[in-house]
């Protein structure tokens, strides 16, 4: 991302689950970070609904943030 210093990103997480018969299982996870230049926290919050059931816990979203810079 070319960032010179320290800036909160906005991440969107997409879980896919396969159903059948009444059973889910975990597919996939995808994250996405953006840049703060192109999307912020506040931009996904109005393009996405938000299902209170489907929120991150604080330490899910802390492990996601280490995987995804991790991996940048």
């Known amino acids: 991302m070319r960032l010179t210093e320290a800036v909160d990103v906005a991440m969107h ?3 896919l689950l396969l159903q059948k018969d009444g059973q889910a299982i975990d597919y996939a996870m995808i994250i996405e970070l953006h840049h703060p230049d ?9 393009m996405y609904a938000v299902d209170a059931g489907t929120t991150l816990q604080p330490h899910q979203v802390d492990e996601l943030k280490t995987l995804s810079l991790d991996a940048a």
């Not at 192109?38 to 109005?46: A, K, R």
Request: glycine residues 0%.
């Open 13 to 15: 997480v997409y879980r």
């Open 38 to 46: 192109y999307l912020t926290v506040s931009d996904l919050q109005d």
